[in-house]
């Protein structure tokens, strides 16, 4: 089924968007899950978080690429979950608890100015990224966008373990040098 066909079975509110969904992008979430989390129950759990996640953005917005829409779902579900179970582990997330209930006291109100910032980091970020070369962009985003191990990311391309490395280390390079250039580190 075409992305745009089961985008408007979101829109419509049928049950059919998830069970198309899932076969068309389960594997796919799956994998991106796992990644991150390296357990194939927490990725299924974050999968399914994905789908509601969708189901719940929907209405808001029609995704002009559904791949990559819920990739970002994904991700997002997989990270909280892995932060989530590591927290856990140090002192049984106790500080961090504490540190979040004192947040409402204490944080103050992202300025406007902050948040310009941050949208700015992010469009000189995609910028790099969109000069990069095919290949390059490929390697850059499975490694920092998808969380993909380099053994697996030389193995998609045919590359050795060594040149991927390399790749990331001068792409790195690049972008710090870029980021230098225009004030941010």
Sequence with gaps: MEDSAIVDLYWQRSDRAIAETEQKYGAYCHRIAYN???CDEDAEEC??????AAWNAMPDERPRVLSAFLACLTRN???GRWREQHRQKRG?????????????????????????EQRELEALVGSFVNN???TEQLVFTARYFYLCPVNQIASKLHFSESKVKSMLFRLRGRLRAR???EGYC
């Design 179 to 181: 980021l230098e250039k």
């Design 77 to 79: 579900a997989a990270i």
């Design 132 to 134: 990069l070369n095919h």
């Design 36 to 38: 991150i989390c390296q």
């Design 47 to 52: 999968v399914n978080d994905t789908w509601l």
């Design 92 to 116: 049984g997330g106790e500080r961090d608890l504490v540190l979040e209930e004192l947040a409402d006291c204490l944080a103050t109100p992202r300025d406007t100015e902050e948040e310009a």
